[in-house]
């Protein structure tokens, strides 16, 4: 294996920039939801200046020692002038409370929302308190001949996190922003394995969510003069940097065809034992047809895969679920593609629950209140209806059907709550 697997020196990305990180290869699982093929790195990097030294972003509280030991192989403690957070999460902070012992004269430079959730995470020593720099958009840190420049890029993917910019170089620390969970001792995009899978892998899971706080980070990264990014995980990329931000202006652009740009989209997904969540499904379809300006789509999980309705789900107005109750519960598909839409943004989304029953029915409740979690809008009460549909109960599926669709076409008042009856 290449040096920075065997030994604790630093690698260098420019004259007087290195990384400091430690590779984690046998990690098989990430923040218990993402798996790790071959492990990951957690990357921390050092920039000299003139008049100082900074370190930006640490690794995880275990693989400290390796931190310092490659710390120590570019810079003395008391050069540090200068501690950039681009992101607080453990495996980025964890040796931070070791290295502010350490370098207590360097000032700390994180972003406003960084330093409120750093009181958490710092719990009080006794200790002087480091000098922190809250720090936004095109705020710069000078080093003497060397100038860090910061953009504000939250939600990618906490609240706090931000990239820097190393002006002169053309350098780009990004924390987690184009990294993935990657472990090559290689180091470098164009050296390393294949880690493609990885990249999107992590884009879906990660960033996804946050898609539109990905294209405004965009919009400020492209601007730049990029010879290298930065990642806090995964490759360093210094061939053909620009790709990977073309990439993710790609993945965080809608992917659908917008035939509907015009129109409200509808997405009823049901699954049907008898046949009888179907029939209200068809009927609640039928009914939000009949209201003009709303597509409407109509899919049995049972011929589909959650992870395929994915990008419909993110394109969608308004989603419906329909689930028989079973053993006191809604079924697995539904389940299923409940619980994927952790990975994309359906935050104030139209939603809705119907259901065929035979005993107890729980199944709409829990739905509306996983929608509800979700923080969907979920305004109408779900249907449940015993066994069979009839003729007039088939009605009250066509009135839902509307009710969504005027909801999703701004037709239906808000409703009116007088004060005085609740009283
Ligand atoms: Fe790599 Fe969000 O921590």
Redesign the pocket.
């Known amino acids: 294996m290449p040096a920075a697997g065997l030994t604790k020196t630093a690698v260098e990305l420019a004259p007087g920039v290195h990384w400091v990180g430690a590779l984690d290869p046998h990690l098989r699982n990430?923040?218990i939801i993402l798996k790790t093929a071959n492990g990951t790195s957690?990357n921390a990097y050092v920039v000299r200046g003139e008049q100082g030294v900074a370190v930006i972003d640490t690794v995880k509280e275990e693989f400290a020692d390796t931190f310092f030991a490659r710390l120590e192989s570019v810079a003395r403690y008391d050069e540090i002038t200068v501690i950039v957070l681009n992101?607080l999460?453990?495996?980025?902070s964890g040796a931070l409370p070791e290295l502010l012992r350490r370098a207590p004269q360097a000032r700390v430079y994180l972003s406003s929302r960084a330093q409120m959730m750093l009181k958490a995470l710092l719990k009080p020593t006794g200790e002087k308190a480091p000098e922190y720099i809250p720090v936004t958009t095109d705020d710069e840190v000078d080093l003497g001949g060397r100038t860090l420049r910061f953009l504000h890029t939250p939600y990618l993917?906490?609240p706090d996190?931000q990239c820097t910019y190393l002006v002169e170089d053309g350098l780009l620390f990004t924390?987690?922003i184009f990294?993935c969970h990657f472990c090559d001792a290689r180091l470098f995009n164009d050296t390393v394995g294949d880690f493609r899978f990885s990249f999107e892998y992590y884009y879906a899971h990660?960033m996804r969510p946050f898609r539109e706080y990905v294209l405004d980070a965009i919009a400020l990264i492209e601007p730049l003069a990029i010879n290298l990014i930065a990642p806090?995980?995964g490759p360093i990329l210094r061939h053909a940097p620009r790709d990977y931000v073309h990439r993710y202006r790609e993945l965080a652009t809608p992917r659908l065809f917008n035939e509907a740009r015009s129109e409200k989209t509808l997405v009823i997904f049901y699954i049907s034992a008898y046949g009888n969540t179907r029939r209200m499904a068809e009927a609640l379809a039928a009914g939000a047809e009949a209201i003009g300006g709303v597509r409407v789509s109509l899919y049995d999980l049972e011929g589909g895969e959650s992870g395929i309705f994915t990008d419909l789900i993110e394109e969608a107005d308004g989603l419906a679920f329909g689930s028989p109750t079973i053993n006191a519960d809604a079924v697995k598909p539904i389940w299923d593609v409940l619980s994927s839409l952790t990975t994309v943004n359906v935050k104030g989304k139209l939603g809705a629950a119907f259901g065929s029953y035979g005993w107890s029915g729980e199944a709409v409740r829990l739905i509306e209140d996983r929608l509800r979690g979700l923080k969907m809008r979920v305004p109408l009460e779900g249907l449940r209806i015993k066994l069979v549909p009839d003729a007039g109960e088939l009605e009250e599926c066509r009135s839902l059907g509307e009710q969504l669709a005027r909801h999703l076409t701004g037709q239906m008042k808000n409703r009116e709550i007088d004060l005085a009856a609740l009283a």
């Open positions: 990430f923040d957690y992101h999460e453990p495996d980025h993917h906490w996190t924390g987690d990294g990660i806090a995980h």
